[in-house]
């Protein structure tokens, strides 16, 4: 039902899953488990997986830092989108990726869940996609320190105000990795 026309293919868009953003991340091995269970059920559907990966702060190309964790595998012909701001559309090649791929319907996974996982859903709906987040495959780190809500509170959040997110002609929504693509 997105408002982009002619895009009735759905992408899988993994976000941030870098060693430097995740290493302290809340229920990091569980959450990587249903980012990796994602990304296989998308590829056994056939639909594109697109990676994203932040190269702000220390984050250079080809650092540790910047490379995806070792838990997860993109594949070689699986874009990859370099990014300095939140939303992942920002300054970046997705929207050409994905227009390139007849893609409307967007799955979110990734980190952090307050930040860039949050700024991409919100891009993605604004700019006419159904937009569904992965309850149980995004993740934070605790922020607590500085005023945010415990981890758990924020992703729980994020999973409650997402499904019932609204707007007119595109859809908004949560799935679980497991039930993705069935």
């Known amino acids: 039902m997105t408002t982009l026309t002619d895009r009735a293919g759905e992408a899988l868009v993994v976000i941030d899953v870098q060693n430097g953003v995740v290493a302290q991340a809340h ?43 070792a838990e997860l595998d993109p594949a070689d012909d699986e874009p990859r989108v370099q990014k300095e701001y939140g939303d992942s559309f920002e300054a970046t090649d997705l929207e050409e990726i994905l227009a390139g791929r007849g893609v409307g319907r967007l799955y979110i996974a990734g980190a952090q ?6 700024s991409t859903l919100h891009g993605a709906f ?7 987040l992965v309850s149980d495959a995004h993740t934070t780190e605790d922020l607590t320190e500085w005023g945010a809500p415990p981890p758990a509170a924020v992703i729980a959040h994020t999973n409650l105000y997402w499904q019932f997110q609204s707007a007119p002609g595109r859809e908004a929504g949560v799935t679980t990795a497991a039930e993705l693509f069935a």
């Open 126 to 132: 604004t700019r006419g996609y159904d937009t569904v």
């Open 27 to 69: 229920d990091r091995a569980k959450v990587l488990e249903n980012i990796d269970t994602a990304v296989h059920r998308a590829r056994a559907a056939g639909v594109p997986v697109v990676w994203v990966q932040d190269v702000a702060e220390d984050r250079e190309p080809g650092s540790e830092a910047w490379r995806i964790v």
């Open 113 to 118: 869940t307050d930040a860039c996982v949050r």
